[in-house]
């Protein structure tokens, strides 16, 4: 948690959502067992408070479910409890997560007078045969409106994607990548799919009728998808759910789940881009790949399986790795000798 921006997450799982989508069991997945109430934000920021850096922006967010789809009544007084802590400085802005549906005018005008800032839609998929598989109750249309209406209005807006759903594949899972960088949103979160205990998921790959998105399928094709969001200027906030003692103890049955996601995908984006630069290099060379500053684990990779895939891909006689306070991101310099 960095001294410039500081979250303050509270749940409120499956509060307000009108579907059960297949992949979703969000008391497993947040690790929370009650939905939020208003006493639940209070004392959520004013334990926060006392221990948040000074000097940095401070947000609550509420997550899971889908904030703009609970009963006005119930939305009113959590938004109240947030707006209250606001007013006594205790943090700078609200943002919340909420289903592409559940946006019209009339909601953004209530949010709007609780100073709301950031909205996330969970989009998922911009391919509606994967939306209805997945149960989504909405359409890749409804993503389009709905983000319209929020940069119009001047809220920040971050979209969730997933991959790996039901009826998807890494193709899909591009386009619909492609589709929500034209929506030019502020941020974005990728969540491979895990296949969690008690939800419909679960059954379909237990009778054999969903095929499992590996770690190994997440990471190929979340590496193919970044640095198309990252060349767009989108930053990429968050990849695979966040681990919880829930999910590491057994809630995560099987799917994308591992609590180094990030990095392994960081690391596959260096292999890839170090295979480009290498390609017709001849056998027997003398290679050094210079990364950036604190990059050297990632284009190492685990195990430092990264160097022994390009050393017997191409055949190299010796394959070094130098780190420069130039380079930044995945960029990297290769120098090659020949044999």
Request: charge should be neutral; include cysteine; hydrophobic fraction near 40%.
């Amino acid at each position: 948690m960095s001294a410039r921006e500081s979250i303050i997450p509270v749940f409120v799982p499956h509060l307000g959502c009108p579907h059960t989508c297949v992949f979703c069991n969000q008391r497993r997945i947040s690790g929370q067992q009650k939905p939020a109430a208003a006493d639940t934000v209070t004392n959520a920021i004013e334990t926060a408070a006392a221990f948040l850096p000074t000097g940095g922006k401070r947000q609550l967010a509420f997550y899971g479910g889908s904030f703009t789809a609970i009963n006005a009544v119930e939305q009113e007084a959590l938004l109240t409890a947030a707006q209250s802590c606001r007013e006594r400085g205790l943090i700078d802005a609200i943002r919340l997560s909420t289903r592409p549906d559940a946006i019209d005018d009339a909601v953004l005008d209530r949010l709007e007078r609780y100073h709301v800032e950031t909205v996330e839609l969970g989009a998922q998929s911009m391919d509606d045969g994967v939306l209805r598989l997945s149960e989504r109750g909405h359409t890749a249309a409804d993503v389009e409106r709905a983000s319209g209406l929020l940069r119009k209005r001047g809220f920040r807006l971050i979209l969730q994607m997933m991959t790996g759903l039901p009826g998807s594949n890494p193709e899909k899972d591009i386009a619909t990548a492609e589709r929500l960088i034209a929506l030019k949103p502020d941020g974005v979160r990728i969540y491979p799919t895990v296949i969690v205990r008690a939800t419909d998921l679960y059954d379909q790959w237990q009778a054999g009728t969903y095929r499992e998105h590996t770690v190994a399928d997440a990471v190929a094709v979340c590496a193919e998808i970044v640095p198309r969001f990252e060349a767009a200027g989108i930053p990429v906030i968050r990849l695979g759910l966040n681990p919880t003692e829930e999910l590491s103890g057994g809630a995560a049955a099987g799917g994308a789940y591992h609590p180094a996601l990030g990095e392994l995908v960081r690391s596959r984006i260096f292999l890839n881009r170090a295979r480009q630069q290498l390609t017709g290099v001849e056998p027997g060379s003398r290679v050094t790949l210079t990364v950036g500053r604190g990059k050297r684990s990632q284009m190492t990779g685990q195990h430092r399986q990264n160097l022994a895939a390009l050393r017997e891909e191409f055949d190299l006689r010796e394959l070094k790795i130098e780190e420069n306070d130039a380079l930044t991101g995945e960029n990297l310099r290769v120098l090659v000798e020949k044999p």
